[in-house]
């Protein structure tokens, strides 16, 4: 059967980005693979030190993962940092990783600029760990948005470089998986980028409906088309690419239509935008109260996700040893 992980750095909420690029493509997967869906702790130590209430943080997370629909019966759910067999891989890959090509990687470079007085090693090695998370349940699929392309490229070449060196056809290389094919962007409101949490423009799934309005009616537009079919600009394509992912065919068409007919009024689009947001976000919203007030059953999803993490992750590791020679 195929195998499929995916994870995400718990340094805040999950916004709509996370939701429509990873979140959404996983539960796609999760009635008919294997599937494996974690919290990457040990990576938002690459940008944040201090983890904080790790407990606390945890059971945030996995009461939305839980509300979204991710399922403990057909999906193992777990935090990276209870499988210790992903450090024991990723300080393998790292022998195999050159310097060059990891100070390459743009997510490096953007990080490095961002944070000069914290440029450490795990910032560095961050794609050998995510290939590890990876490569530690010998994934054939991985559902990611676009931003994480580099570092899935990254993790195919690991497992190439590992079964060249050693002779073995042992990793196989993983793929990004979004469903219909392209991975996606969710992009950010406000005129450039994605969406993001350190963008600081994101839309949470536990925001309220009076937040969420707020937060759209203040997206960046401009005065409008003068001519007809006109391109849009960044900010105007980013506004339609929100429709197009939260609204129906017929809402999208309807604003599309008036756009190109230069009769466009943003102030309804973006009505109409943030109450279909609303509607998509509040019965997810709902259930994260819901699981939020159970932490019993929080811990227990976790720990027996652990569980099966941990028994696919020490069998892939007992071969690794054997390979290399260990
Ligand atoms: P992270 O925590 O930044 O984001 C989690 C997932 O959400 C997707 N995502 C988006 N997709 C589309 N549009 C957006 N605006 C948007 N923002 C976030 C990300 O692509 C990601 O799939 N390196 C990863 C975490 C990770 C991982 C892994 C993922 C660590 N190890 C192994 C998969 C497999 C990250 O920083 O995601």
Redesign the pocket.
């Known amino acids: 059967m195929e195998i499929v992980?995916?994870?995400?750095?718990p340094t805040g909420n999950l916004h709509l980005?996370?939701y429509?690029?990873?979140v959404k493509n996983f539960l796609r997967l999760q009635d008919e693979y294997n599937c494996f869906f974690f919290i990457?702790d040990w990576?938002s130590l690459t940008t944040h030190p201090h983890p904080g209430d790790v407990k606390v943080n945890v059971r945030k997370i996995l009461a939305e993962y839980l509300a979204c629909g991710i399922d403990p019966f057909k999906s193992a759910i777990y935090m990276q940092s209870d499988i210790k067999e992903i450090l024991e891989l990723y300080l393998y890959l790292n022998m195999n990783a050159y310097l060059g090509e990891l100070q390459r990687v743009t997510s490096f470079k953007e990080k490095a600029r961002k944070q000069p007085e914290n440029v450490n090693a795990g910032l560095l090695t961050y794609p050998t760990?995510?290939a590890a998370?990876?490569l530690i349940h010998r994934a054939d699929k991985?559902?990611?948005?676009?931003?994480?392309e580099q570092?899935m490229e990254m993790a195919r070449k690991f497992a190439r470089r590992f079964n060249m060196i050693y002779g073995v056809d042992f990793f196989p290389e993983p793929q990004s998986y979004s469903f219909g094919g392209d991975a996606?962007?969710?992009?950010g409101l406000d005129g450039t980028g994605?969406?993001?949490k350190s963008e600081g423009n994101a839309i949470y799934l536990i925001d309220d409906a009076v937040t969420i309005r707020k937060k759209v009616m203040k997206a960046v537009t401009d005065s409008g088309p003068v001519e007809p079919n006109s391109e849009k600009p960044e900010a105007i394509a980013n506004l339609f690419a929100m429709l197009k992912i939260v609204s129906s065919t017929d809402t999208y068409d309807y604003f599309n239509e008036k756009y190109n007919t230069c009769q466009v009024r943003y102030g309804d689009l973006k009505k109409q935008l943030a109450e279909d947001i609303i509607n998509f976000t509040s019965p997810i919203r709902e259930r994260i109260l819901d699981f939020s007030a159970n932490i019993e059953y929080m811990d227990k999803v976790a720990h027996e996700g652990a569980e099966k993490a941990r028994e696919s992750a020490e069998k892939t590791i007992r071969e690794v040893r054997k390979i290399i020679g260990f």
């Open positions: 992980v995916s994870g995400i750095r980005g996370n429509f690029g990873a990457a990576h760990l995510m998370d990876i991985v559902p990611v948005g676009k931003d994480q570092n996606i962007k969710v992009p994605k969406m993001g």
